[in-house]
Each structure stands twice: as structure tokens, then as C-alpha cells.
């Protein structure tokens, strides 16, 4: 007797099942370690800011800065997918590897990104959300699109977008700008080179081979360790005004002294070797993320203790002047005053 074989059809998979499966290649877009910095500046902004912020605008407001920040990195990836495909460091985005494609990611990012700015100025203030859409605008189409693939300086000029989190979280809390994130702004701005160039000094072979014209690239591994011990040298000093304007106290001076003279003596070290150990320039982009975290986490929670102590001395001050008012008669202090000035001449 003939056996036929009845080939069993596989079971579909629901829309849902499908958008489950592909979700953390959406997620993966969103460039999420990029997108956790920039919402942890964003928050120290927001939380540093004069006046009190209701949770759950602050909540809102936070979260449509990691979107925003999120659809950066989405239409980043959708412009870049031809060169992501010639690196070994960006081959195994979602992308080149077709998890998703150029289209879909376009969507995305685009509805993503005018979701969080319509959000923001809707929710919060235009001004924040003017400053949340011209943060992608300058990612994207100054950075990824012009200057990633014309100039060595790509890093320096793109370095303004990521520079612009604690502005927009400040703006998001007082709907104003201050020389207060400005300041927080010029950090990042100076932290961004030596990060990014340690990053490309082992990553200049690919960076090549895919042509963009990285600093490593186009001058040499010498003059990049150069500009990168300049960059860690100007970052200093410029790390201390927060504390010279008044608006951190002596914990975040201690945390951007120390951390400041270490990623200086990591530049130095770098720039001895002339960009050859390979190690020294990993050390430096490692502690470099450090760095940013461990200075923001400082200013935070000199703000905190700073807001802590004042409401506390508010509250002691409140509670005894009611005393005084409720327990002690008219008149009675002017006789304690007499009864001490006559103790005083007794002795």
C-alpha cells in the first residue's frame, strides 16, 4: 500500500505574533545606549531647573525626549545602511542584515520623531519642543546626511546635537533657555571628540573601507591622539564652572576634578603611544562614558541635597516662627531681653 505524504501547513502568525518578533530590531534602531545617555542628560536638565515640574508632565516630557532622541538614531540608520553594511562594527544592524527595511525604518523614524516634537509643544512648551525638533534636524540632516561623508570635523560640528539634551529638559521645565544648560551644553560639546575619536582610532581600517573621512583617517592616528589631548585639556576647566557659577556645590567640584584629571593623564598616555596601543585608546572610550555619567550624576545630586536641605531649613524656619507667634506673649521677649541685659551687668 502507497503511503502519500500530507505536508501539514504551518500556522500563521498573528499581526501581533509578527510585530512581537520584530520589535527589539525597531528597538535596536533607536540606538537605545546612545538614547540612554542623551535621556539621562535630559533629566539632570530638567531636574536642575529653578521652580517644581509636576511628575507627570516630567515624566512626559522625558519620554518624548527619548523618543525624539530615539528617531534620531532610526533615520540615522535608514540614511546610513549602505556604508553600516561595509563595517564589521555596524554590519549586524537591523538593516543590513534585512530585519528591516529601509522604508519601514523611514516610517518610523519620521513618525516617531514628529510624535515626540507634537508632544513636547503640545504637552510642555513650543520652545522645548522647537529645541527637541532642531536637535534631530541637526543629527540627521547636518550631521548623517552633509557632514559624515565631506569632512574630518563631522564629529566636532555633529557633536552640537548631542550636545542638546540638558537644554531641552531645562526649556521642557521653565520653558526659557539659561546660561545654566548652556554650560551643561559646552560640556558635552568638548566631551564628544575625545570619546568618538578614541572610538575610530580602532575602527579607522573600516571607516576607511566604507569612506568616510574620519579624523584617523585623513590625518593619521598622531594628530588625532593630539586633538584628542587637546579637546580632554579644554574639558576641564570648562567642567568647573557649574561650581564657579553657583549652581553645583563642592561634590560635583570633586567629580569633575577627578575625573577630569584622569581622562586627561588617559589622553596624555594616548597621545604618547601616537595612537598605536590599541588598549590605551579602548581605556580612553571607555572611561569617557564614565565620565559624562559620573559628572551629570553629580551635578544631580548636588541639586537634590542642595533642594533637600533648603526645604528642610524653610520648613524648621516655618514651624518656628508659628511657635513663637502661638506660645509666646506680647511683650515677652523684650522682658527675657531685660532680664539678660540685667543677668549680664550682675556678673
Not at 503511503?3 to 505574533?17: E, G, N, T, Y
Amino acid at each position: 500500500m502507497e503511503i502519500i505524504a500530507i505536508p501539514v501547513p504551518r500556522p500563521k502568525l498573528s499581526s501581533q505574533s509578527r510585530i512581537g518578533a520584530r520589535l527589539p530590531d525597531f528597538i535596536t534602531l533607536m540606538k537605545p545606549r546612545v538614547m540612554a545617555l542623551a535621556v539621562f542628560t535630559a533629566v539632570v536638565g530638567l531636574m536642575i531647573a529653578p521652580g517644581r515640574l509636576d511628575p507627570l508632565l516630567g515624566t512626559t516630557a522625558i519620554l518624548a525626549i527619548a523618543a525624539g532622541a530615539g528617531a534620531a538614531g532610526v533615520l540615522n540608520m535608514w540614511y546610513d545602511a549602505d556604508i553600516d553594511a561595509l563595517m564589521r562594527r555596524t554590519a549586524t544592524r537591523p538593516i543590513p542584515r534585512n530585519k528591516v527595511s529601509r522604508r519601514e525604518a523611514l516610517a518610523f523614524g519620521l513618525t516617531l520623531g514628529t510624535s515626540a516634537v507634537a508632544l513636547l509643544a503640545f504637552v510642555l512648551n513650543v520652545t522645548a519642543a522647537t529645541l527637541l525638533a532642531s536637535a534631530i534636524l541637526f543629527y540627521v540632516v547636518i550631521y548623517t546626511v552633509w557632514l559624515k561623508r565631506s569632512t574630518s570635523q563631522n564629529i566636532v560640528i555633529g557633536g552640537i546635537a548631542g550636545a542638546f539634551p540638558p537644554v531641552i529638559g531645562w526649556a521642557a521645565a521653565t520653558g526659557e533657555i539659561a546660561l545654566e544648560p548652556f554650560i551643561l551644553f559646552l560640556i558635552i560639546f568638548l566631551w564628544t571628540p575625545p570619546h568618538f575619536w578614541a572610538l575610530s582610532l580602532n575602527r579607522a581600517d573600516e571607516y576607511a573601507r566604507a569612506g568616510i573621512p574620519m579624523l584617523p583617517v585623513v590625518a593619521g592616528t598622531t594628530a588625532t591622539t593630539r586633538q584628542i589631548l587637546i579637546y580632554s585639556i579644554l574639558l576641564l576647566p570648562i567642567s568647573m564652572l557649574p561650581c564657579a557659577l553657583g549652581f553645583a556645590d563642592l561634590l560635583f567640584g570633586t567629580a569633575a576634578v577627578t575625573c577630569g584629571a584622569i581622562l586627561v593623564a588617559l589622553a596624555f598616555q594616548l597621545h604618547r603611544s601616537k595612537g598605536t596601543d590599541r588598549r590605551s585608546a579602548q581605556r580612553l572610550f571607555a572611561f569617557s562614558i564614565l565620565y559624562l555619567f559620573v559628572l551629570f550624576a553629580a551635578l544631580l545630586l548636588s541639586n537634590i541635597g542642595n533642594r533637600w536641605s533648603s526645604t528642610i531649613l524653610s520648613h524648621a524656619q516655618s514651624n518656628f516662627t508659628s511657635w513663637s507667634q502661638a506660645e509666646t506673649p506680647v511683650g515677652a521677649l523684650d522682658n527675657v531681653g531685660n532680664s539678660i541685659s540685667l543677668n549680664v551687668d550682675e556678673i
